[in-house]
């Protein structure tokens, strides 16, 4: 996990959408800029650990912002976002001032990678950390989006999770009331490595404390545990499903 200021600057509200729920992941938190003039109005409101700038924006692109930052003197990195692949695009890019580059559509995964060039994270591997991160996303009431959402050939895994999913809390309320231990953990166990293949890592990592709670035979947290389960997966979602 991550901590810290992400200055993004983006037109587009479902990138826009999309690129804070990602962030928010990650645990940074978000300043969405409009257009690049904003972004370099208010670069100097927060201390930014990195900056995402979409390149194609009107009033000002992001080749004119990064340029204007530069020529200010400021060294945050900043990550050119565009939905061209073309060759040259990234020399046009780096020329600009940028330090890197990341093509449309935008994944959890390409998202990271690019940040865990100049960003550190946070005590990278502590239990308690990242339990903090789940406690925290799950104070929010907001839909959870599968990290497959923007992926035109993978978000399909993610709504046929979604589909089933209904199923599968049928059955876990069904072995809750029998007290059939053996079905809640295999149906746990199922759910630990299909939610993150479904592009919902906080499923996996829910199932496998509820897994843990389950062979400590602790019903108490178990039942607790599987209670807040069920509020996460009402929250599910496999894509922003912008109108
Ligand atoms: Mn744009």
Redesign the pocket.
């Known amino acids: 996990m991550y901590s810290g200021h992400v200055l993004v600057a983006?037109?587009?509200p479902s990138?826009q959408m999309l690129i804070q729920l990602l962030l928010k992941k990650l645990g940074f938190e978000t300043t969405m800029a409009d257009d690049g003039q904003i972004a370099v109005d208010i670069y100097d409101s927060k201390p930014f650990k990195i900056i995402l700038m979409?390149m194609?924006?009107p009033n000002m692109n992001g080749y004119e912002a990064t340029q204007t930052l530069r020529k200010r003197g400021v060294t945050t990195p900043i990550v050119a976002v565009t939905a061209n692949a073309m060759k040259g695009d990234r020399e046009k890019c780096l020329e600009a001032g940028c330090d890197e580059y990341i093509s449309k559509p935008i994944t959890k995964d390409s998202l990271e990678k690019v940040i865990s060039l100049f960003v550190k994270p946070d005590n990278q591997g502590d239990v308690d950390m990242s339990d903090d991160g789940v406690a925290k996303i799950n104070q929010d009431a907001g839909p959870i989006i599968s990290d497959l959402a923007s992926d035109p050939d993978l978000y399909i895994v993610a709504e046929m999770f979604v589909d089933r999913l209904g199923e599968i809390i049928g059955n876990v309320k069904q072995a809750l009331a029998s007290e059939d231990s053996k079905a809640l953990k295999d149906l746990f166990h199922e759910i630990k490595g299909a939610g993150g293949s479904a592009g919902f890592q906080i499923l996996t990592d829910k199932s496998a404390a509820i897994e843990k709670l389950i062979l400590d035979d602790n019903k108490e947290e178990r039942n607790a545990a599987i209670e807040e389960f069920f509020k996460i997966c009402d929250r599910v979602q496999a894509t922003a499903e912008v109108a």
Do not use: L
């Open positions: 983006e037109d587009n990138n979409d194609m924006m």
